[in-house]
Every structure is written in C-alpha cells, then in structure tokens.
C-alpha cells in the first residue's frame, strides 16, 4: 500500500484559462448542434431561388445560401454530423486501441510482438490514402469516413496506452498486488487506468480535432459526404463560387471549422500531447 502511495502521479492537465475555454465553447457547439435545429425550424435542405444569397434576415438568421436554403439550418445539421462522426471515431478507436496496448504490456512475448507488428503495418499505410481508399467503394456515405478515420486513430491510443502500461505493470506497488491475489482488473482500475487516463483524453481530443478536420477536407475535395448533404466542406465547397457575392457565407462554415478544432486543442489545457 505505501508503495502505491510512493508512486509519482500523472501529470494531469491544470484547469487553466485556455483549458476552461476550450471545454465551454465545445460545450456551446455540442448543445448547439443538440437543440440548436428545433430552435431555428427551418428545413436545411428546403431551397427557394427566390431567396437565394440573402443576408442575414428575421426569417434566416444567418442567410441563405445559392440555393436560398437557411445557413443556419445547414452549419446546425452540418454541426451535428461531424460532432456525431468525430465522437463515435475517436470512441471506437479508443477502445479497442487502449485494450490492445493493455494486452501487449501485460502478456509481452509473441502477443506483444504480433500486436505491435500489426499497429506498424497500419502506420506504414498512409492515413489519408486508407480513407481515400474506403471512400472510393463506397462513395458519399459517413460510414466510409468514419471507418478509415477510425482504423488511423487506433494506433496512437495503442503506442501510447503500451509504453505506459509497461513502466507501471514493473512497479513494485502492482507486484504487490498481484503477491496479495488482487485480480487483473482490479489492477488495471487502480494502476493502470489513474496513469494512462489523462494521456488517452488528451490524444482523444487531437483525435477527434483530426476527424472534423479529415471530414471537411474530403468533403471540399468532393471525396467524402457529398451534396445536397449539409457538411461544412461541401458547404465551402458550392459556396466558394460566390464569395465575391456574399462573402460573409462561405466564412460561416470555415469559423464553424475552425471553433470546433480550436475547442478541441483548448480542452486539454497545458497537458503535452502524448
């Protein structure tokens, strides 16, 4: 028991300015993209030439696009999807990549090898070609992107979660408990995770920073999600035509873009990315 309490803590990320900011204006995005659609009521994809390249109104509060469809409806809908794939990416990779790196640094030997082998195989494949890759079988659809961006991000949480496992699994306050009969999950609760936990939120939040930002850069390039779908680089996309126009529409979906990466980089305070 002393051993444990002797063991040097986790440098966990301060609750400073930045951190605090950050962790507010993603809460304000994701309630936002929650509640935010209901409260504006218009259809995202309701088009009306009539009203097309508006400025801000009563009846649109951000304007309308070149097809007079609601900004404000589209960057909530195009809020909700890349929030939506940018937490169920980084979730799924986190998991199964914490779990392996836990496996590795526990058993060592042939598993450790296989699985490290495995993880260098997937660096050694380009991220971007993967997705690219996937979103060619299956054009225009999210699962396609949220499969590639999924398989990139699994092995930082992998490399990561083995190094960090290894030098506490050798701690004398763990060989202590496994001597007392303390089972394996037991261990990885009172060892393992208080240890590993601020490193793997910390990559989560460049992670899902790197989903939002892969899905608005495919989507510009029109290899992701694809029109009529409301998504912020297929929005900068058929807006980049106006901006002479209406410039102040195509700044919309790029200040949503950049808020939601900023937030996510602000979230982990001071802490050094792993």
């Known amino acids: 028991m002393s051993a444990h309490r002797a063991r040097p803590q986790a440098k966990r990320p301060s609750l400073d300015g930045g951190r605090i900011l950050g962790l507010t204006l993603l809460g304000l995005l994701t309630l936002a993209a929650v509640v935010g659609p209901d409260l504006v009521g218009q259809d995202p994809a309701r088009q009306s030439l009539l009203e097309a390249l508006q400025g801000p109104s009563g009846r649109h509060l951000l304007g309308t696009d070149h097809l007079g469809r609601d900004m404000a409806a589209r960057l909530l809908s195009g809020a909700q999807l890349s929030l939506f794939l940018a937490g169920l990416s980084t979730v799924t990779a986190a998991l199964p990549g914490t779990l392996l790196g836990i496996v590795a640094a526990w058993f060592g030997g042939w598993p450790d090898r296989l699985l490290t082998a495995f993880a260098d195989a997937v660096l050694a494949l380009p991220g971007l070609l993967l997705v690219l890759m996937l979103a060619a079988i299956s054009p225009g659809s999210w699962w396609a992107l949220y499969t590639g961006i999924s398989l990139t991000l699994w092995v930082e949480y992998f490399r990561y979660t083995r190094q960090r496992a290894r030098v506490v699994l050798a701690e004398p306050a763990v060989e202590a408990s496994q001597l ?24 989560a939040a460049f992670g899902a920073a790197t989903a939002v930002t892969a899905v608005a850069a495919l989507g ?38 950049f808020m939601t990466v900023l937030a996510l980089h602000l979230s982990v305070g001071g802490g050094v990315r792993p």
């Open 180 to 203: 007392l009969g303390i089972g394996p999950w037991m261990i990885v609760r009172r060892h393992l995770m208080p240890e590993i936990g601020p490193g793997i939120l910390t990559i």
């Open 220 to 257: 510009f390039v029109s290899v992701g999600i694809r029109p009529p779908t409301a998504e912020w680089g297929v929005m900068m996309t058929e807006l980049l035509p106006y901006w002479r126009e209406s410039p102040f529409l195509i700044l919309q979906p790029v200040a949503c873009l």
